[in-house]
Protein backbone atom coordinates (compact mmCIF):
# COMPACT_ATOMS: atom_id res chain seq x y z
CA UNK A 1 0.00 0.00 0.00
CA UNK A 2 3.09 2.03 0.02
CA UNK A 3 3.50 4.76 -3.22
CA UNK A 4 7.24 3.93 -3.14
CA UNK A 5 9.73 1.60 -5.15
CA UNK A 6 12.34 -0.53 -3.33
CA UNK A 7 13.80 -1.17 -6.60
CA UNK A 8 17.00 0.26 -7.86
CA UNK A 9 15.45 1.61 -10.83
CA UNK A 10 19.02 3.62 -12.23
CA UNK A 11 20.32 -0.25 -12.61
CA UNK A 12 21.27 -0.66 -16.27
CA UNK A 13 22.28 -3.78 -16.85
CA UNK A 14 20.24 -6.78 -18.65
CA UNK A 15 18.33 -8.62 -15.56
CA UNK A 16 15.74 -7.57 -13.30
CA UNK A 17 15.68 -4.64 -11.28
CA UNK A 18 17.50 -5.47 -8.06
CA UNK A 19 16.17 -4.22 -4.39
CA UNK A 20 18.41 -1.71 -2.70
CA UNK A 21 18.57 -4.16 0.10
CA UNK A 22 17.33 -5.13 3.51
CA UNK A 23 18.34 -3.55 7.01
CA UNK A 24 16.38 -6.33 9.05
CA UNK A 25 13.69 -6.36 11.40
CA UNK A 26 11.91 -4.67 13.90
CA UNK A 27 12.99 -5.67 17.25
CA UNK A 28 8.97 -6.12 18.05
CA UNK A 29 8.46 -8.04 14.90
CA UNK A 30 6.38 -6.37 13.25
CA UNK A 31 7.88 -4.76 10.88
CA UNK A 32 10.68 -5.40 8.35
CA UNK A 33 13.49 -2.49 7.61
CA UNK A 34 14.10 -1.64 4.02
CA UNK A 35 16.18 0.61 2.23
CA UNK A 36 14.87 3.24 -0.91
CA UNK A 37 17.64 5.08 -2.97
CA UNK A 38 18.51 7.40 0.03
CA UNK A 39 15.30 6.33 2.75
CA UNK A 40 14.81 4.04 5.13
CA UNK A 41 11.62 2.45 5.53
CA UNK A 42 9.96 0.31 8.80
CA UNK A 43 7.45 -1.51 6.55
CA UNK A 44 4.41 -3.56 8.50
CA UNK A 45 4.48 -7.09 8.40
CA UNK A 46 0.57 -7.11 7.98
CA UNK A 47 0.33 -5.31 5.43
CA UNK A 48 -1.08 -2.26 6.50
CA UNK A 49 1.35 0.17 5.22
CA UNK A 50 4.53 1.69 6.91
CA UNK A 51 6.31 4.75 7.49
CA UNK A 52 9.24 6.95 6.27
CA UNK A 53 12.03 6.23 9.44
CA UNK A 54 14.12 9.00 7.93
CA UNK A 55 11.35 11.58 7.17
CA UNK A 56 11.93 11.55 3.34
CA UNK A 57 15.53 13.77 4.44
CA UNK A 58 17.20 11.78 2.41
CA UNK A 59 15.40 11.87 -1.16
CA UNK A 60 15.35 15.84 -0.62
CA UNK A 61 19.06 15.86 0.45
CA UNK A 62 20.41 12.93 -2.22
CA UNK A 63 22.08 11.39 0.82
CA UNK A 64 21.83 7.39 1.11
CA UNK A 65 21.36 6.36 4.51
CA UNK A 66 22.20 3.01 6.30
CA UNK A 67 21.45 1.50 9.68
CA UNK A 68 24.95 1.07 11.32
CA UNK A 69 23.53 -2.58 13.61
CA UNK A 70 26.30 -1.72 16.28
CA UNK A 71 24.47 -4.03 18.55
CA UNK A 72 25.07 -6.93 16.27
CA UNK A 73 21.86 -8.45 17.36
CA UNK A 74 18.71 -9.63 15.48
CA UNK A 75 16.42 -7.15 15.02
CA UNK A 76 16.53 -3.12 15.41
CA UNK A 77 15.30 -1.36 18.31
CA UNK A 78 13.60 1.55 16.90
CA UNK A 79 13.24 2.83 20.66
CA UNK A 80 17.01 3.01 21.23
CA UNK A 81 19.73 5.24 19.38
CA UNK A 82 19.82 3.98 15.87
CA UNK A 83 23.31 5.00 14.22
CA UNK A 84 22.85 6.36 10.50
CA UNK A 85 25.91 5.94 8.17
CA UNK A 86 25.41 8.75 5.22
CA UNK A 87 27.07 9.17 2.02
CA UNK A 88 26.03 12.57 -0.40
CA UNK A 89 25.12 11.38 -3.69
CA UNK A 90 26.35 14.24 -5.24
CA UNK A 91 28.98 15.98 -2.80
CA UNK A 92 30.61 12.83 -2.45
CA UNK A 93 30.80 13.52 1.65
CA UNK A 94 30.25 10.70 4.23
CA UNK A 95 29.35 10.50 7.90
CA UNK A 96 26.99 9.30 10.49
CA UNK A 97 23.60 10.27 11.70
CA UNK A 98 21.04 9.67 14.77
CA UNK A 99 17.89 8.19 13.39
CA UNK A 100 14.73 10.65 14.40
CA UNK A 101 11.67 8.11 13.97
CA UNK A 102 9.82 9.35 10.87
CA UNK A 103 11.24 13.49 11.20
CA UNK A 104 14.92 14.66 10.47
CA UNK A 105 17.77 12.46 10.86
CA UNK A 106 20.00 14.49 13.60
CA UNK A 107 23.75 15.53 11.59
CA UNK A 108 26.33 14.27 13.48
CA UNK A 109 29.66 14.24 11.27
CA UNK A 110 29.34 14.77 7.37
CA UNK A 111 32.66 15.33 6.17
CA UNK A 112 34.50 15.65 2.95
CA UNK A 113 35.87 12.13 3.87
CA UNK A 114 35.45 8.46 3.76
CA UNK A 115 34.45 6.41 7.06
CA UNK A 116 34.95 3.22 7.66
CA UNK A 117 33.03 0.45 10.06
CA UNK A 118 32.21 1.61 12.81
CA UNK A 119 32.67 0.06 15.54
CA UNK A 120 31.43 0.34 19.55
CA UNK A 121 32.92 -0.89 22.84
CA UNK A 122 31.13 -3.26 24.98
CA UNK A 123 31.17 -1.63 28.09
CA UNK A 124 31.40 2.12 27.13
CA UNK A 125 30.20 4.32 25.43
CA UNK A 126 33.02 4.85 23.06
CA UNK A 127 33.40 4.37 19.23
CA UNK A 128 36.25 3.15 16.80
CA UNK A 129 36.38 4.08 13.33
CA UNK A 130 38.68 5.17 10.24
CA UNK A 131 38.58 8.31 8.42
CA UNK A 132 40.42 8.88 4.97
CA UNK A 133 40.81 11.38 2.14
CA UNK A 134 42.78 11.93 -0.84
CA UNK A 135 45.26 13.86 1.20
CA UNK A 136 44.48 11.83 4.50
CA UNK A 137 45.52 8.15 5.37
CA UNK A 138 43.32 5.94 7.04
CA UNK A 139 43.96 6.15 10.52
CA UNK A 140 41.48 5.28 13.66
CA UNK A 141 39.60 7.81 15.76
CA UNK A 142 37.58 7.34 18.43
CA UNK A 143 34.48 9.37 19.55
CA UNK A 144 32.08 9.61 22.20
CA UNK A 145 27.85 9.18 21.15
CA UNK A 146 27.65 12.20 19.93
CA UNK A 147 30.38 12.35 17.84
CA UNK A 148 31.46 16.21 18.39
CA UNK A 149 35.04 15.44 19.27
CA UNK A 150 36.92 12.86 17.13
CA UNK A 151 40.36 12.10 18.47
CA UNK A 152 42.87 10.83 16.10
CA UNK A 153 44.70 7.21 17.44
CA UNK A 154 46.84 6.52 14.90
CA UNK A 155 49.93 7.85 12.52
CA UNK A 156 50.10 4.63 10.54
CA UNK A 157 51.32 6.67 7.08
CA UNK A 158 53.95 9.00 8.72
CA UNK A 159 56.19 8.70 5.37
CA UNK A 160 53.67 10.56 3.44
CA UNK A 161 55.40 13.79 5.16
CA UNK A 162 58.44 13.46 3.03
CA UNK A 163 56.41 13.24 -0.31
CA UNK A 164 54.79 16.63 -2.05
CA UNK A 165 50.73 15.61 -2.22
CA UNK A 166 48.02 16.87 -4.73
CA UNK A 167 44.63 17.53 -4.06
CA UNK A 168 41.65 16.22 -5.92
CA UNK A 169 38.54 18.84 -6.96
CA UNK A 170 35.01 17.61 -7.70
CA UNK A 171 33.59 18.87 -10.84
CA UNK A 172 30.03 18.95 -11.66
CA UNK A 173 28.83 18.76 -15.52
CA UNK A 174 26.27 17.97 -18.46
CA UNK A 175 26.58 15.65 -21.26
CA UNK A 176 24.81 16.77 -24.93
CA UNK A 177 21.91 15.29 -23.38
CA UNK A 178 21.58 17.03 -20.43
CA UNK A 179 22.48 14.44 -17.88
CA UNK A 180 24.30 15.45 -15.19
CA UNK A 181 27.69 13.60 -14.50
CA UNK A 182 30.26 14.44 -12.51
CA UNK A 183 34.70 13.90 -12.47
CA UNK A 184 37.44 14.55 -10.80
CA UNK A 185 40.35 16.91 -11.28
CA UNK A 186 43.32 15.95 -9.98
CA UNK A 187 45.60 18.69 -9.25
CA UNK A 188 49.82 18.43 -8.79
CA UNK A 189 51.42 19.27 -5.64
CA UNK A 190 52.22 22.98 -5.60
CA UNK A 191 49.46 23.73 -7.48
CA UNK A 192 48.82 27.46 -8.88
CA UNK A 193 45.91 29.12 -9.51
CA UNK A 194 46.18 30.42 -12.94
CA UNK A 195 49.32 28.83 -14.11
CA UNK A 196 48.90 26.40 -17.18
CA UNK A 197 49.31 22.66 -17.05
CA UNK A 198 49.52 19.79 -19.27
CA UNK A 199 46.56 17.75 -18.44
CA UNK A 200 45.72 14.30 -19.23
CA UNK A 201 41.89 13.20 -19.59
CA UNK A 202 40.52 9.43 -18.93
Not at 25 to 32: E, L, M, N
Not at 113 to 128: H, P
Request: hydrophobic residues 30%; aromatic residues 14%; charged residues 30%.
Amino acid sequence: KLDVSFFDTEEDHPYENPSYGLEGWSKDGKSIILNHRYDIWAVSLDGSGGRNLTGNYGSEQEIKFDIINLEREPGIDLKKDVYLSAYGEWTKKAGFYLLNDGREPKKLVFDDASFGSVQKAREADVFLFTKQSFVDFPDYYTTGPQFDKLTKQTDANPQQANYLWGERVLVDFQNSHGDKLQGTLTLPAGYEKGKKYPMLVY
